[in-house]
């Protein structure tokens, strides 16, 4: 069988999406420019009408390809026999993602103003789906499956799955844009922040602190032994062919 080709189109789509993300995370998101993006491609503008109905489009699929790949980059944490600490090392495998593309973060979230911010068919919503589109839910299953998992470990009381994943979302989210604004300066005073947290909330939920903590430091543990994207950079790798 002959191998597949890529078509042209889909190859110069898959350009303008890079370029444009590179832009996003090295100049913000005032870069984002239809001329200054497909001069820099080698194209006219018209290729963002015809491959993305124009800048909003081209915007939307960044959004909806950021999701596919944090939710990659999160999954592919490795699991042990410890439901808890492999929950913990994907919220940090989520931070580290984040604080890698904080731009592309922040517009998939919905937090950039002005002429980026994304659509209201975009949005997070808390009954129980990424609103309207499959790489968000896809995304979001890697969360629900391991507060699942959590769940069924019987460390914690009966408590619904998305109100549990909303209370450890809320929690994550609000360390990475308190990361990203330099609240916590140099060193890992925001790591020790988040985790003291995460063992706060699950002794909230009926585990013991002893064991809360043992999972904790398992999870770093984890975490010192796997390589990490790096914040403003790191760009062209982690965001090459999804």
């Excluded at 410890?82 to 994907?90: G, I, L, S, T």
């Amino acid at each position: 069988m002959a191998p597949s080709r890529t078509s042209p189109q889909a190859e110069l789509r898959a350009r303008l999406m890079g370029v444009a993300t590179r832009m996003l995370e090295e100049d913000g998101p005032d870069a984002l420019q239809a001329r200054k993006l497909t001069a820099e491609v080698g194209t006219s503008t018209q290729a963002i009408y015809t491959l993305f109905g124009g800048m909003p489009g081209l915007l939307e699929a960044m959004v909806a390809d950021g999701f596919v790949r944090w939710g990659r980059y999160v999954a592919a944490t490795p699991e042990t026999d410890d439901p808890v600490a492999d929950h913990f090392a994907k919220g940090w495998a989520l931070c580290d993602w984040a604080l890698a593309f904080p731009h592309l973060y922040r517009l998939m979230m919905g937090l950039t103003g002005g002429d980026l911010r994304m659509h209201p068919g975009l949005e997070m919503t808390m009954a129980g789906t990424m609103a309207g589109f499959p790489e968000g839910r896809a995304a979001r299953e890697v969360l629900m499956r391991s507060v699942d998992r959590i769940r069924a470990s019987g460390r914690i009381q009966p408590v619904d799955s998305v109100v549990l994943a909303g209370q450890f979302l809320t929690m994550t989210h609000g360390y990475v844009l308190l990361e990203v604004a330099g609240a916590f300066g140099p060193g890992d005073l925001g790591l020790q922040v988040l985790g003291s947290l995460v063992i706060n909330l699950m002794v909230g939920l009926g585990d013991s602190r002893d064991d809360a903590e043992r999972s904790v430091l398992a999870a770093a543990s984890a975490r010192a032994e796997s390589p990490r994207p790096v914040p403003g950079g790191g760009v062209d790798s982690l965001l090459g062919p999804a």
